[in-house]
């Protein structure tokens, strides 16, 4: 069965300090990995996807099949980071699911 | 486009009630999903559709929950009756399979149970 974990509930880090939110997935093929980020009330958007490679406000986020991460990477963290962020993934467009979430919060 | 569309925003009933949340996709999107969001439990899949069909409703809590897709361009969401542990924001996303398979979500149905 596909599952996505992120084993960090909150996070906490200072202006300007590097931030890494972790993701794990399981599945059985090639799934397709994606960020989203929800920033206070606003909707649930998408940051990045692992097929495009590109950088997103600053993020980056690289798919390791072997340890089935895809951890978003950030070298120097802004106050409008602060936001929930969710991995998720998906097989092919059809089913997608979401991680429980890590909010990130950057301190002044 | 103007995205998709849920209604309404805010819902406050008391317990028993019967509560129906709406959803428009985007036009031309041939996946529609329902997401319920709480702090304990984060982003939970409740069911998704495809060209109108139910595809997956084993995310659905139980019988209380019941979701349609008559056409294209609406969807809904039904409890019946309500309790207040289904007190959660619920959110509709659709997508458009041929393309990188990316949701686009509405602002969410934030529900209350009193």
């Known amino acids: 069965a596909q599952r996505v974990t992120q084993p960090e509930k909150l996070l906490s880090v200072f202006k300007g300090a590097p931030v890494e939110l972790k993701c794990n997935y399981s599945?059985?093929?090639?799934?397709?990995l994606f960020w989203y980020v929800q920033y206070s009330r606003q909707r649930l958007q998408l940051l990045l996807r692992?097929?495009s490679r590109e950088s997103i406000k600053g993020f980056t986020a690289d798919l390791n099949k072997g340890e089935t991460s895809f951890h978003l990477k950030k070298p120097f963290a802004q106050e409008e980071d602060s936001a929930m962020y969710y991995c998720?993934?998906?097989?092919?467009?059809?089913?997608?699911?979401f991680g429980p979430g890590t909010r990130l919060s950057v301190l002044p | 486009d103007a995205g998709v569309i849920q209604s309404p925003r805010h819902e406050v009933t008391e317990m028993g009630q019967e509560v129906t949340l709406r959803c428009k996709p985007i036009?031309?999107?041939?996946?529609l999903f329902w997401y319920r969001q709480t702090m304990m439990r984060g982003l939970e899949l409740l069911i998704y559709?495809?060209?109108?069909?139910?595809?997956?409703d084993s995310g659905m809590p139980e019988d209380r929950f019941s979701a349609k897709m008559p056409n294209a361009s609406f969807s809904t969401l039904k409890i019946q009756p309500s309790e207040p542990r289904d007190s959660a924001v619920y959110f509709c996303?659709?997508?458009?399979?041929?393309?990188?398979?990316?949701?686009?979500f509405g602002e969410g149905s934030r529900l209350t149970v009193l």
């Open positions: 692992h097929i």
């Open positions: 998720a993934l998906t097989d092919y467009g059809q089913n997608f699911v």
């Open positions: 036009s031309g999107h041939d996946y």
């Open positions: 559709f495809n060209n109108n069909v139910p595809i997956d």
């Open positions: 996303a659709s997508s458009f399979r041929r393309d990188t398979g990316e949701l686009f």
């Open positions: 599945y059985s093929g090639s799934p397709e």
